[in-house]
């Protein structure tokens, strides 16, 4: 696996007014691995993978693809502002501070303030513009390919040829964006697919979207990832509803393909299946992934599915990350009591072991005390990320020793 970073999620915060569905969360994901994001019902994993591909305008933090910014909240400009005007009444009340003393730090609140708003006028240009951005550098690529193919161009036939495909290349150069190089495959197979589209019509839509217009270009990538995933070409004029739950999961696997991605994030794509369908798709994807050098964010609410074919995984707790580590890492020194806890769920195909299973519960308040010492997401050995305060944070120092 290369070590490039495709995906760096930076204090991401997702708010739906009181609700913090994702709070302060950082990940990065490497070019080719599968991530897994595994937690219980709720606790913000498919809002996580929606703010990633940009259904929302993030609360806070920041989303960057191929080192580039796609997502930027304003949060921490805001509250930076709060914080420096606070600084400055406080020192207006402050009557141990001379003049000159409270003139000083008025001036620097000034520059602190003006600085935090130049970085959020950059956040919201960044939010909005990445594909615009995008879209024009693709075009600049093609204008150079084809005015070079123009200048060498024999003839008056081959040149009005290379003019009428320069048309067609610049007008879907501007209608590409950044954003679909990362592709979803949704939660819910049967909602996320229009029962009024045929499957071909579905698959295509992407494309469509993107200005590809030529119906033979379209049919045969239809049928090529039709084949992909496992399907036939004769159930591409089929609705969705003449499908079982595992084919429906493959039209989706198929409408995200079809757009050659970067990166997938599969939002449970197989908890709604039976068991032995589960592992047939995850089987495609794993397939999928070699074949075409895919990423993939697993998102899964227990860890038995994601145990085998994640490299890393991140455990979220009610809009937290509260550990981050290797699959095997994760699976042999669960630090955090609530990945104990979603271990302590997972059956094992040993007699022995299920005979003594426990199951244990996480209960926060009883497991830890952040009355004063608050927790903070720390590297407690290489790789391997745990939410804890500083006691507790020595406590597995001490015990890794
Ligand atoms: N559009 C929205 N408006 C308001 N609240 C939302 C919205 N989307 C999600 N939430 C809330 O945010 C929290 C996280 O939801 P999310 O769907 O991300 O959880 P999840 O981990 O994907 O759960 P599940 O495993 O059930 O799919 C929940 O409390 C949910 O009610
Ligand atoms: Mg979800």
Redesign the pocket.
Known sequence: MQDEVLLKVEHLC?Y??P????DDVSFEVKRGEVFGLV????????????SIIKL?DITGGNVYFRGRRICAGTKSYKDAIVEARKRYADACKDKELSPDEVAKIKAETQAEIADQKLQMKKAIADQKNGDKIYAKELCQQVKDEYEAKIAAANNQEELQAIKAEYAVALRKAKKQKFITRIQMIY?DPIASLDPRMTVEEIIAEGLRIQGEKDKKVIREKVYNVLEMVGLVKEHATRFPHEFSGGQRQRIGVARSVIMGPEMIIA??PV?ALDVSIQAQVINLLNELREKMGLTILF?A?DLSVVKYFSDRIGV?YY?KMVELAPSDELFLNPMHPYTKSLLSAVPLPDPQYEKKRQRIEYKPLEAHDYSEDKPTFREVKPGHFVMCNQAEYDKIIMELK
Do not use: L, P
């Not at 609700?19 to 994702?22: E, H, L, Q, R």
């Not at 994993?45 to 929606?50: D, E, S, V």
């Open positions: 997702q739906f007014g609700t913090k569905a994702v937690g219980e019902s709720g606790c913000g994993k498919t809002t996580t993978g929606r929302y939660q939002d449970e908890s998102i609410h979220m809009g």
